[in-house]
Structure formats: structure tokens, C-alpha cells
């Protein structure tokens, strides 16, 4: 297991034909935000989202995208949000990439989530995730899965971290990424899923949670300046999209 995976999942073509115009006309929005709640009691069928011995840990993940060089940057802020009567560590997180990412490199930062897995799974729910990351465990045995035993690091009640993902998506802006991103989450077309591990008084029990969007920055759009939009032919715009099912 490294710290920098690559993964090749998808052909993804994207062509644009149209209208051709000057660069004045279009505002941009801003690379789009997300979050996705850790936290069952959110969900419309909570026990679908969690265990039924759940204990009342809560995380949140912020999704967050930035045009870079290498690509699409995907800056990931978890938090563990659970209450401070219960106590919780929130040992790693999971979640899918739409198929139009190609490859990725992890950048770890400051977080103790130096574990790196592909097609991680965490029982009872059901497939495998895209990507999942976590604090190391105890013992060799405890890191061979995301799901593996008890953490040395984590993150307590209270406390965040930010990880970083360079995403290879072909000649697509952060603004796009991001809008795809929101779009499958919305449509629970990708799924996420948080880890807790040393949950109650005496550090005995554990927590597996789904992910729920919970706050969501609108889709970024073009927008035509108005004065702009005088005398203005619009010739329309054609899209195509070619990709392969990827066997999980």
C-alpha cells in the first residue's frame, strides 16, 4: 500500500461543437462545494445508512475542487462532529469517483490517514468503494483492510483534517468535475462512508456510516452577460459521451 495510487477505470471522451464566444460574454462560477454528513439521522431510512447497533457517531466530509496543473484538485476536509457525552475516533473514510477520473495521486498533508486502499470495503454495506483512507492499526493485520482494527491515530471528537487528491480527468475544469461529483451524490449514483472506531465511555464499541449530502453549493453555470445577449445567435452546443461499464 503507498501513499500514491493510480487508477485506470474508464475511457472518457467529451466533445463540444457550437457557439464560439468572446470571452467577456461568459461568467464563470467559482469551483463548486459540497458536504456529506456521516450521520444515519439524516438519512430517509436511517437504519439503511448504518448498523443496528449503531452508537450516535457523526463525521462530515467537504469536498472541495481547484484547477491545478496535474489536473482537477480535490482538497477533502473530514471532521469528526460527534458529541463530546459520547466520544468517538473516526478512524477513515470512503467514497466512489465518477468514471470519468482516470488516475489519481493522494497527498496525505499533516492527516495521520497515511493508509491508502482501492476497492475498499466496510461490511454490512453492500460493493466496494473507489477509494478509502484511514489511520494506521494495530498490528500488520489491523492495516490490511480499511476496515481493520483498532487505530493509533484518528481523529477525536472535535477534530479535522484535510487530504489531497489530484484527479486525472482529461481536459475537464474543476468546475465540471465538481458539478459531476455533486450530481452523482445527489442521485446516489456514488456512495461515501465514514469508519468509527473507540465509540462510548470505554472505548469499546464502533460506528459505520453512510454518507448524506447535506449542504450543496449550486452547479457552477455560464452565464451570459446580459448587454451581451443583444443581437446574439446561438448556434447550440452538442455533447457526446463514450465510456465502458467498469467491473468492480
Do not use: W
Not at 457525552?85 to 488516475?103: E, N
Request: net charge negative; proline share 4%.
Amino acid at each position: 500500500m503507498t501513499n500514491v495510487a493510480s487508477k485506470l477505470m474508464q475511457n472518457f471522451a467529451f466533445t463540444a461543437a457550437g457557439v464560439t464566444l468572446a470571452a467577456s460574454t461568459i461568467a464563470v462560477a467559482p469551483a463548486e462545494a459540497f458536504q456529506l454528513s456521516l450521520d444515519p439521522n439524516l438519512c430517509s431510512v436511517p437504519s439503511a445508512c448504518t448498523t443496528d447497533d449503531y452508537t450516535g457517531s457523526t463525521g462530515l466530509l467537504d469536498f472541495n475542487f481547484e484547477d491545478s496543473t496535474n489536473g482537477v484538485l480535490l482538497n477533502l476536509t473530514v471532521t469528526n462532529t460527534t458529541s463530546n457525552d459520547i466520544g468517538s475516533t473516526l478512524v477513515g473514510v470512503a467514497f466512489d469517483l465518477p468514471d470519468f477520473v482516470t488516475a489519481f495521486s493522494y497527498d496525505q498533508q499533516d492527516s495521520e490517514y497515511g493508509q491508502l486502499y482501492e476497492d475498499a470495503s466496510l461490511r454490512p454495506f453492500d460493493g466496494t468503494f473507489d477509494v478509502g483512507i484511514r489511520a494506521s492499526a494495530n498490528g500488520r493485520r489491523g492495516n490490511r483492510s480499511f476496515a481493520g482494527g483498532n487505530p493509533r491515530g484518528g481523529l477525536r471528537q472535535g477534530e479535522s483534517t484535510t487530504v489531497s487528491f489530484s484527479l486525472d480527468a482529461g481536459d475537464l475544469t474543476a468546475d465540471t468535475v465538481s458539478t459531476q461529483f455533486y450530481n452523482a451524490y445527489v442521485n446516489n449514483q456514488l456512495k461515501a462512508a465514514g469508519r468509527f472506531q473507540q465509540v462510548g465511555p470505554n472505548g469499546e464499541e464502533s460506528d459505520k456510516v453512510l454518507g448524506i449530502v447535506q449542504r450543496i453549493t449550486e452547479p457552477p453555470q455560464e452565464v451570459p452577460e446580459p448587454t451581451a445577449l443583444l443581437g446574439l445567435g446561438l448556434m447550440g452546443s452538442a455533447f457526446s459521451l463514450s465510456r465502458r461499464k467498469r467491473a468492480k
